[in-house]
């Protein structure tokens, strides 16, 4: 294991204690796997309930889709397909019989399943399992698939359940450490995985446009448009928002169905805020939160919820600033008084 320090070779095996007799065979399987087409599986698709496609197409794995699928219904994951596709055009590009390189998951040698079906079988199962420990969160399940179950106690225990690549390597250097082995799974994993993916953006939004309140108890403190600003007291600023009265028990709830595409901490301007995407030009904001329990790239429903009211960054007292924007980095002029979208 100590000669596994290569980053080359630690990009093509992320599994966990890879075998040395690997290397040189999927060292020259990368090198070929980028001739891939974009139409192969484009009919079966549109069955599948994803937010993703499978954009690797390498016929070394598409021949498999059937066990793909197979397994996936029978473990309840059948929304998964292509992302578990996608795992295993980075485990093995499709190329060794052990195609999900899963041999491990069962207490085995690494690289021993000799029937693709059975590696996909065993590879799909594993999945399922660590995605249920992971609470349904693909990310963190992907990088536990590479780094074992531990990963998921370390979320829990150093980042409130959530995945970040920072804490992939922190758990990789932590386990390095322990073991006194020079390389821990792959870090980049989620990434290396993900790029076989393309992200489909499904349009939220379509035919209604209407949000729900952010909070439960609404009561307008300060209105869209040209105001005296509250901290500078400067005149004639735009405020691009609707701001809203709460305390720090309030839940601030998400409009609409969407994607978080900020969740970012501050002490200035916005404090601490939440961006959720609904469609491709629609776009809640969420300023000055106490606290934020969403994180990037999350998928939320209307109503939940996505941290707590605060007073963070530019702020007199515990307020919700809620604006409505077409695209991010949008003046304020040209954002949407939310009273419209909220229907007030
Ligand atoms: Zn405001």
């Known amino acids: ?21 690997l290397m040189g065979v999927v060292m020259v399987i990368t090198g070929e796997s980028n001739t891939t087409g974009s139409d192969a599986h484009s009919e079966i698709e549109s069955e599948i309930d994803s937010d993703y496609t499978f954009n690797g197409v390498s016929p070394e794995i598409e021949r498999y889709r059937s066990y793909f699928e197979r397994y996936a219904k029978e473990n309840g994951i059948e929304d998964h397909i292509e992302i578990l596709m996608a795992m295993t055009m980075q485990e093995s590009g499709g190329r060794l019989a052990d195609v999900m ?9 690494v690289n021993t399943i000799s029937d693709p079906e059975l590696s996909i079988k065993q590879g799909v199962s594993y999945f399922a399992n660590v995605l249920e420990s992971a609470g349904g969160n693909t990310e963190l399940a992907l990088q536990s698939y590479n780094m074992g179950h531990g990963f998921i106690d370390y979320a829990n225990e150093h980042n409130n359940g959530n995945y970040s690549k920072e804490l992939a390597q922190q758990f990789s250097n932590h ?35 209407d949000w729900a309140l952010p909070l439960k108890n609404i009561r307008i403190t300060s209105e869209f448009g040209w105001r005296t600003h509250p901290v500078t007291g400067e005149r004639n600023t735009f405020h691009g928002g609707l701001d809203f009265g709460c305390t720090p028990a309030d839940s ?25 995407k609904h ?19 999350q998928e939320v429903n209307q ?17 919700l600033h ?23």
């Not at 000669?3 to 007799?21: D, E, N, Q, S, T």
């Not at 109503?303 to 307020?319: E, Q």
């Open 303 to 319: 109503g939940d919820a996505l941290g707590k009211c605060g007073t963070t960054g530019s702020s007199t007292g515990n307020h």
């Open 175 to 209: 386990m390095k450490a322990r073991l006194g082995w020079s390389v821990y799974g792959d870090p980049n994993y989620v990434d290396n995985v993900m790029r076989y993916l393309d992200k489909t953006e499904p349009d939220y939004a379509a035919g209604d446009a």
């Open 252 to 276: 601030i709830l998400s409009v609409a169905v969407g994607r978080v595409v900020e969740a970012k901490h501050s002490n200035v301007g916005y404090g601490n805020y939440v961006t959720v």
């Open 101 to 109: 390189q899963s041999s491990e998951s069962l207490g085995l040698p």
């Open 322 to 344: 809620l604006e409505h924007m077409t695209e991010l980095g949008q003046a304020h002029q040209d954002k949407i008084d939310p009273k419209e979208t909220l229907g007030l």
């Open 1 to 21: 294991m100590k000669k596994l320090g290569c980053g080359l070779v630690l990009m093509a095996i992320p599994f966990i204690f890879v075998a040395i007799i």
């Open 279 to 297: 469609g491709q030009n629609e776009y809640s904001r969420y300023a000055h939160l106490s606290s934020i329990g969403v994180s990037n790239g």
